[in-house]
């Protein structure tokens, strides 16, 4: 009965705040950050937009993802070198000295442990497995500890709604605006959102990239209700019949509690206005922190519900093991990773050409 009245009680809260949201009068500086025109359509859209990773050919990603984790290969090459040479027995301290090497390149204790456990149950049980065997084994068990994306990208809703998370410094909002360009080339025309209105500078940053690429902006000053910036982001998108939404968020949510409910907010809001199966929460992650990335999806999904990664600088670090880490623990898809700082950089994640870019035939 209690929780009757308290379920009562909260959902009038939420009706209360999207009134709050839904009346937020906008001064004559406000509007003037909002855009009157919508980006121009290609012409042939309809057909463009078939396959938004139609682009990108298999063999191109292979060589990407050979290039882009060149660190990481390095860091296991000497590991594998000596133990997979020649093809011999596997015994207890070979597996150990696996382990270590695969700590280093940022699996994490408890990822690493249940990746070789089973092995490691055999060579306990009096086996004699190979190194050849361990090596396929160890392929066949990362392909399936890195989930799939099985959600449709963009999903699928006019306008769907792409949710981005992050700590500030991970490359959050260049990764918006190279996702609005790839999106654009492929037909769609997209917003950004500009719900980081704790910084001023982020909002000026969104803004810089919403010029290069040539979309529409929505943007309120510095200290504005961030619920109210996307309330006017979707229902613009929904006015002018744009695509897809992109909106930027505070990076410093995972620190404070009056910001992480702020965010549910955020979320509560898109949730009125746009159907589940039409968003996409996406929590963006900076490689070079390895396991510290961790800890940020761990924060962030108790706000949020986590849809997919991406991962960023995976080129400048040798902890590439971490998607590894991040997919298993979360049971979370990776949608891309970033391999360099050109557009064509950001590639879709395809766990195959990781797998075999860090341990090659």
Not at 27 to 51: C, F, I, Q
Request: charged fraction near 30%; aromatic fraction near 8%.
């Amino acid at each position: 009965m209690f929780k009757f009245f308290r379920r009562k009680k909260e959902e009038k809260k939420e009706k209360e705040e999207l009134k709050k949201v839904e009346s937020v009068e906008v001064s004559p500086e406000e509007k003037a950050e909002l855009p009157e025109k919508s980006v121009e359509k290609p012409a042939e859209k309809k057909e463009e937009k078939k396959g938004f990773f139609s682009r990108f050919k298999t063999e191109k990603l292979f060589e990407k993802f050979k290039k882009g984790l060149s660190k990481t290969k390095e860091k296991l090459s000497e590991t594998f070198s000596e133990l997979f040479e020649v093809d011999k027995v596997v015994d207890l301290q070979t597996l150990e000295e696996l382990e270590e090497s695969l700590i280093l390149a940022d699996l994490g204790v408890d990822t690493t442990l249940a990746l070789l456990e089973p092995f490691k149950e055999r060579v306990l049980k009096g086996e004699a497995p190979t190194t050849r065997e361990l090596k396929e084994f160890l392929r066949s068990q990362m392909l399936s500890f890195l989930k799939e994306c099985d959600r449709e990208f963009p999903p699928p809703g006019k306008p769907s709604v792409l949710f981005f998370l992050g700590v500030n410094g991970v490359g959050k909002t260049t990764t918006i605006a190279k996702i609005g360009k790839k999106l654009q080339t492929q037909g769609y025309s997209v917003v950004l959102v500009a719900a980081d209105t704790f910084r001023a500078a982020a909002i000026d940053q969104l803004k810089m990239w919403g010029n290069r690429i040539g979309a529409p902006v929505i943007a309120l000053q510095e200290g504005a209700d961030p619920g109210a910036v996307i309330y006017q982001g979707i229902t613009y998108a929904q006015q002018k019949s744009i695509d897809v939404v992109l909106i930027d968020t505070a990076g410093r949510l995972h620190t404070k509690y009056n910001l992480i409910e702020e965010l549910k907010k955020m979320v509560r809001v898109v949730n009125k206005l746009v159907p589940e199966e039409s968003q996409e929460n996406i929590i963006v992650l900076d490689a070079t922190t390895g396991q510290n990335a961790l800890n940020q999806v761990e924060h962030f999904s108790q706000a949020v519900p986590i849809h997919t990664a991406i991962i960023t600088k995976m080129d400048g670090t040798a902890k590439g093991g971490v998607a590894i880490a991040i997919s298993h623990k979360f049971n979370l898809p990776i949608r891309f990773i970033g391999l360099g700082e050109k557009e064509d950089d950001l590639v879709p994640f395809d766990k195959k050409a990781f797998v075999s870019a860090i341990l090659p035939n």
